[in-house]
């Protein structure tokens, strides 16, 4: 059990947001002898049964508007990942000088454990959760969280003997950090994403970027050597699977370090090029912590990845199919697509987001042999791309799809939009195309 703070005990705490985060800050605020009021500006009606919890537990809650006027006084607020620092609530708050940090700076203060932390817009989860399987391979006590599913302030709380702290951060996460330090920071790659939170472009880079901020010469800094980087203290490793000049490269299947072969990806359960660069960032982060790499690389072998990142689903007939239903915006199909080696029959669609398109239609001509678009956007895609077929629904891609491929090639399922026109995520999508691709399987 977590012994009262000093810097905390007889404080009172605004925790912002009544999620998981939110819900794990109070927790552990309440441990350290925190007087927490939670403050929810959402419906109070569809907030109810969640506040009545909270209150049950000792809590204060405030919900609907009401939250936005509560008096306090407050001493600190902790916002979670879903609030955004400019929007009324938490901007309340600000403005009448109560500072602010994010869930995962305060769970930070509170532990000793080092971390190991994971940013970028795509493959970070699939990273997150290498990273933790390889530690945990080689006798190291960790546990994957932050933005992964469990909440940093949660696995705080629960107080475990820890080795190190897997961390998968967020630019919503990392935009309040203060003190937040990994003693390695891997950074996966950067494209245009959530600038429906982020005011621009530019802004969302610096808030990811904060990760190296508080890293010293002592720490590591894993990044992507196609991308470029403000000046950093900590020692760089970077890898590539499309050049030559970074420590760790990809080249005709095998994955190589300072031009040496580690692994080939065929031995893996993960396929693409992208894929290949979450391994590689994945053993130079636990190589950077100690790990000995041939070790390390052989307990890739024994990874299972999470479900609908290129997921390898089934071989029917020599044709491999793959759901990748977590590719939610144009740089995930993109990388995607260009990660695999095989002839693509691609299925994509989904939601209308308003986005364009158009830039990766010569990558669809080079890798594709045949597309099938469904959802909201699926005549649209089909009219944008030259020789797409719009098909009723996603059932109907898939047995067009594996009508059309060839044995050799890869049916891959990277939709480029999210789910919410006709699934309630893109787990339900994902579960739903696996469900498809097994109806083709040859019974028994």
């Known amino acids: 059990m977590l012994p009262a703070s000093q810097k905390y005990a007889g404080r009172h705490l605004a925790i912002l947001g009544m999620g998981t985060s939110g819900m794990a800050a109070a927790r552990l605020a309440q441990r350290l002898g925190a007087t927490v009021t939670l403050l929810d500006d959402g419906d109070p009606a569809k907030l109810s049964a969640a506040a009545g919890k909270a209150q049950a537990e000792g809590f204060n809650v405030i919900t609907g508007n009401a939250a936005r006027g509560a008096e306090g006084p407050f001493d600190l607020a902790i916002l979670s990942p879903g609030i955004d ?7 309340s ?5 109560v500072p602010g940090v994010s869930e995962i700076e305060f769970a930070f203060q509170q532990t000793t454990v080092p971390v190991i932390a994971i940013t970028g817009t795509n493959g970070k989860t699939t990273t997150t959760g290498l990273i933790a399987h390889l530690l945990t391979a080689a006798g190291k006590r960790t546990v994957p969280c932050g933005n992964y599913g469990t909440a940093l302030a949660e696995v705080v709380l629960a107080g475990e003997p820890l080795d190190v702290l897997t961390v998968e951060v967020s630019s919503f996460q990392l935009e309040l950090i203060e003190t937040f330090h ?42 992507n050597g196609s991308e470029t980087y403000p000046p950093l203290a900590a020692r760089r490793v970077t890898f590539s699977a499309w050049l030559a000049d970074t420590a760790w490269t990809f080249e005709e299947g095998v994955i190589k370090l300072d031009g040496q072969a580690v692994l080939t990806l065929s031995d893996t359960r993960l396929r693409g090029r992208h894929n290949a660069e979450n391994i590689m960032a994945a053993l130079a982060a636990v190589t950077a912590f100690g790990l000995p790499l041939e070790s390390a690389a052989a307990a890739v072998r024994d990874f299972i990845p999470p479900r609908h990142r290129c997921e390898i689903v089934a071989t029917i007939n020599g044709r491999e199919f793959l759901n990748d239903s977590k590719a939610t915006n144009i740089h995930a199909m993109e990388s995607a697509l260009r990660g695999q080696e095989k002839p693509v029959v691609l299925i994509a669609g989904g939601k209308e987001k308003g986005l364009d398109y158009t830039p990766i239609t010569p990558l669809i001509r080079e890798k594709t042999t045949h597309v099938f678009t469904i959802g909201e956007i699926g005549p649209a895609l089909a009219e944008l791309w030259p020789g797409a077929v719009a098909c009723a629904d996603l059932g109907d891609a898939v047995r067009r799809a594996y009508a059309a491929a060839e044995p050799g090639q890869s049916v891959l399922f990277a939709p480029g939009t999210s789910s919410f026109d006709m699934f309630t995520g893109y787990g339900h999508r994902g579960d739903v195309f696996c469900q498809f691709v097994h109806q083709l399987l040859p019974t028994s």
Not at 194 to 221: G, M, N, V
């Open 182 to 223: 990994p003693i390695v920071a891997v950074w996966m790659n950067f494209a245009p994403d959530h600038l429906d939170r982020h005011p621009s472009l530019e802004a969302y880079l610096l808030a990811k970027q904060r990760i190296f901020e508080t890293q010293t010469t002592s720490d590591t800094a894993v990044i």
């Open 85 to 91: 620092p400019s929007w009324p609530l938490a901007r």
């Open 93 to 97: 708050l600000s403005d009448r000088g």
